[in-house]
């Protein structure tokens, strides 16, 4: 059986602040890694791994237009007791943090320079998995949150549209191995975002968005 590095997973973070990139866009605030966990020093591939074998993942059904289907991903939602987080007809509770979400969560706090309390984390198992277009921007979530995006496995596109302004260019990241996107400010209120379904052959990827819960 694989086992992980002892410093790793059982020792206090190591992994010095990674400096983000800026992406200037109208209404919105973007901070951009393309290569966060591989300049931390720390291995992706192992990361996927042990997520892909410890999350709990569940396929879940939500509501659109008033028509109850399944997610086209399998989904996990883990945080700090009390940490409910409800979306299009799904009430979730969390489960109590594995020792590898609290070691990603810290990285990505310190990157962000944001606290949080919790993490959704989607599992898209091939190109015919993806996200419609939506913003992150549900009650509980307050007035400006800041949304940590994490990737590991196969890139996926991420493309971002204004809401008021469609004259506004899109704006699209590859949103790969080790990657992290930090969305803050008014981006939620201006923006919605989607990772589009394709018929290419792809391989798996995960996917975490850490989150505070007020």
Known sequence: MYQPSLRL????PTIAPCQL??????????????????EAGEDADE????????????????TIYGRR??????????????A???????????????PILQHLKSQVE?????????????????GQDGMGWHS?????????????????????????????????????????HGSLLVMKGKTQHHWQHQVPKTVKPVGPRINLTFRLIR
Request: aromatic share 12%.
């Open 9 to 12: 997973w059982n020792q206090a």
């Open 21 to 38: 990139e800026a992406i200037a866009i109208p209404d919105g605030e973007l901070l951009w890694g393309e290569h966060f966990w591989q």
């Open 47 to 62: 990361v996927f791994r042990r997520l892909h074998d410890q999350v709990a993942w569940r396929q879940d059904y939500i």
């Open 69 to 82: 289907q399944p997610q086209p991903r399998l989904t996990a939602w883990y945080g700090d007791p009390g």
């Open 84 to 98: 409910t987080y409800c979306y299009s007809g799904l009430i979730l509770k969390p489960r109590p943090w594995l």
């Open 110 to 126: 310190s990157a962000a320079q944001t606290r949080f309390n919790s993490v959704l984390l989607n599992l898209y198992r091939t």
């Open 136 to 176: 992150d921007n549900e009650s509980e979530l307050g007035r400006n949150p800041v949304i940590a995006s994490l990737s590991f496995g196969a890139t996926r596109r991420f493309v971002m549209r204004h809401c008021q302004r469609r004259d506004e260019a899109k704006v699209e990241l590859p949103l790969n």
